[in-house]
């Protein structure tokens, strides 16, 4: 019996450190062909104005040339934009739903307004299941993948958003015509 006891310890200790890891907290924001060469990872603040410029111009992009490049959403709410950690939190339990593109839309759109009520309110106008968007938003279910997406961009000494990675490579926003060039001769 006594060495039961130890290795049920081990086995319980594993199991209760691994459950709250980020990889286990759903799959990351992807837009565009998960093959395409060029992999675009944006580090992002919902209540950050270029972000709410760039955002968008980066979808459209990838809209217009899903072969071309994929977009992966990274959370980097500042530390002085009040709301922004929780609008990553409610966009994370969006995508449990397969909604999270539509809800950053909206707290782009609604940068200055994104109140706990008014992020519940988001979830309602794209149809979520609210019962399961309030268990994940209230219990803050994705804290530890938000709080890991900060510290990997802390890793890689972010100091402004948006920051972006071409294939590891952090490089200047320009517009999108520029980028779009500068993308495709990625690709030649």
Request: proline letters at 5%; one cysteine or more; a negative charge.
């Amino acid at each position: 019996m006594k060495k039961v006891i130890p290795h049920f310890l081990i086995l319980f200790s594993f199991l209760f450190l691994t459950a709250c890891s980020p990889a286990d907290q759903g799959a990351r924001a992807l837009l565009g062909n998960p093959d395409a060469p060029v992999l675009i990872e944006e580090f992002s603040d919902f209540e950050c104005p270029a972000c709410g410029q760039v955002g968008p111009a980066l979808e459209a992009l990838i809209h217009k040339n899903p072969q071309l490049a994929r977009l992966e959403f990274h959370h980097f709410p500042l530390s002085y934009h009040q709301n922004a950690f929780r609008a990553a939190e409610a966009a994370e339990c969006a995508n449990d739903q397969g909604k999270f593109w539509e809800f950053a839309q909206l707290n782009f759109e609604n940068q200055k307004s994104l109140t706990d009520d008014n992020l519940k309110s988001f979830a309602d106008q794209l149809g979520l299941d609210r019962v399961a968007f309030n268990a994940c938003f209230d219990g803050n279910e994705k804290r530890a993948w938000i709080k890991a997406d900060i510290q990997d961009g802390l890793r890689r000494q972010l100091s402004y958003t948006p920051s972006l990675y071409v294939n590891g490579q952090l490089v200047q926003w320009g517009g999108a015509e520029e980028f779009e060039a500068y993308l495709k001769s990625l690709k030649e």
